[in-house]
């Protein structure tokens, strides 16, 4: 069992940054693959980026074409979290944002890829 607590989350103006933390509760943190998801009003949740993590390679990551160059998901296997650094904010990314946690220790796109998930933190765009 994990558990998932996101903060890091609020109103920024088109161009800002702000950076997103997930920590995680529960069973050993490095056995597990991390992803960020996110929903706005109305819409279904979507993949955002995901990371893995291998002792000898450290691991890889994905991202959603949308977030490519602007976003980066990293994680500290110490501190038990992974982060979503988001920069370049457009209005478009304004939505509650959630963290996952996959026990196959995958970088999917997929939502039912993830067993646990967080509460959601929200960020807000203004133009």
């Known amino acids: 069992q994990v558990q998932l607590v996101e903060s890091g989350g609020g109103l920024v103006q088109a161009g800002g940054s702000l950076r997103l933390s997930c920590a995680a509760s529960?069973?050993?943190?490095?056995?597990?693959?991390m992803g960020w998801f996110r929903q706005a009003p109305g819409k279904e949740r979507e993949f955002v980026a995901a990371?893995?993590?291998?002792?000898?390679?450290?691991?890889?990551?994905n991202y959603a074409d949308s977030v490519k160059g602007r976003f980066t998901i990293s994680r500290d296997n110490v501190k038990n979290t992974v982060y979503l650094q988001m920069n370049r904010l457009e209005p478009e990314d304004t939505a509650t944002y959630y963290c996952?946690?996959?026990?196959?220790?995958?970088?999917?796109?997929?939502?039912?890829?993830?067993?646990?998930w967080g509460q959601g933190t929200q960020v807000t765009v203004s133009s």
């Open positions: 996952a946690a996959d026990s196959f220790n995958r970088a999917t796109m997929r939502r039912e890829g993830y067993d646990y």
């Open positions: 990371i893995t993590w291998n002792r000898w390679t450290g691991g890889s990551t």
């Open positions: 529960g069973r050993s943190f490095s056995i597990y693959g």
